[in-house]
């Protein structure tokens, strides 16, 4: 019998991660395109004066999507992970539309709302757990992740040039149509997972509380709140360094892509050789190391080699984390565990803005990366306590 380190990944296996890889990169292109530009282009909508008014009609769908990750994650298992995927999209597509037709500000925020309500990350994540051995599972969570990064990428460069030449409304547009594209490709390609409806399903305080998956739930949370934190100093402190706005990608763009450079051998480190706790721990110290680094240094070149050991790290955490939920949750509440694992992540971006403003304007950018370091250390003390999953057939 073959040992499990040294069976290569099927073509089902490479396919279902690519497809998977796939919607969730359409999904998130319909988010990142907007960032960029939607600030400035929200102005010329009636109310679009009132900076509040355009920051909630920003943040509102990551409100939804906080609220709903776990209920969809729940709904995943017990209805299937396809239709509430679809459902999920439709909901993201019909708020894309409203969106594009707001006549106003306050109309513009439902149709954020209505976007954010489509919370499927959890779901899109349990099938892509169903659908893979364990000794494979990180590299698609990888191919995922990937996809998320490289699309990111691509929205800071793309983003301006189609915003001037569809509008804001004709940009919403575009987003709807590739959430309505996703669906096609999630029914046209994607094999039919196999069904945990006879299962036990434990109860979901049982997921929630426990200890190993709530280290993992630590994690992301952490993870995000750094990163979001960071978006509030990097750009002020590139633009201090002479680099333009308009060109910060720049720096961004060949950071992400030489970080996958180095998370694609990490993880197969990780998987192959059996390091899974060596590498998620280092990765975590790398993150602690880059706070400090960019807390002590300036300048252009340092502040974007320090973006790109960002990357790595969080790039292979991104890979890691959502495979060690799918491995350490009971089969039949995957899509629960998955939920609470995305519901954390939000609350991370939210709080990593929020902290981030308040100590970056009362302390500094300093003030925020030894911050995000000092939260880096706890998030170490639970990392060196991580178990590997003992592998199951399930």
Known sequence: MRSPALDPMTPAERRTGGV????????????????????????????????????LALG???????????????????????????????????????????????????????????????????????????????????????????VFAASLVIAPPLAAALGLSGLFVLIGALALGAIVLLFSAVPKPPSFATHERPPFATVLFDAKLARINFGVFALHLMQTALWVVIPPALAAAGLPGGEHWKIYLPAVLLSFAVMVPAVIV???????????????????????G???????????????????????LEALQPSLISR?????????????????????????????????????????????AALGIIWLMLASLLQTPQPRTN
């Not at 969730?24 to 109310?47: E, I, Q, S």
């Open 60 to 150: 509102a769908y990551g409100l939804t999507q906080a609220f709903l990750q776990i209920p969809f994650g729940i709904a995943s298992d017990r209805f299937g992970r396809k239709p509430v995927i679809a459902f999920g999209l439709l909901l993201f597509a019909a708020g894309s539309f409203v969106a594009a037709a707001a006549p106003n500000i306050h109309v513009m925020i439902v149709g954020r709302v209505l976007q954010g309500a489509g919370a499927i990350s959890a779901a899109i994540t349990a099938l892509a757990a169903d659908l893979t051995r364990e000794q494979h599972r990180t590299k698609v969570m990888a191919m995922i992740g990937a996809s998320i990064g490289l």
């Open 294 to 316: 960019l807390a002590l240094s300036g300048g252009l070149w340092a502040t974007g080699l320090w973006l790109l050991a960002f990357f790595i790290g969080f790039n292979i």
């Open 328 to 372: 350490l949750a009971p089969p039949a509440a995957k899509g629960a565990a998955l939920g609470i694992y995305n519901t954390t992540q939000s609350i991370g971006l939210f709080l990593g803005g929020a902290l981030g403003g308040w100590l970056g304007k009362h302390h500094g950018p300093s003030g925020v990366h030894l911050a995000c």
């Open 270 to 292: 990780a998987e192959k050789r059996g390091r899974m706790r060596s590498v998620y721990v280092g990765a975590v110290a790398l993150l602690i190391v880059v706070q400090g």
């Open 20 to 55: 998977l890889a796939g919607i969730f990169g359409l999904r998130m292109l319909g988010l990142f395109l907007v960032l960029p530009v939607f600030t400035l282009l929200a102005r010329k909508l009636p109310g679009g004066d009132d900076t509040l008014l355009v920051g």
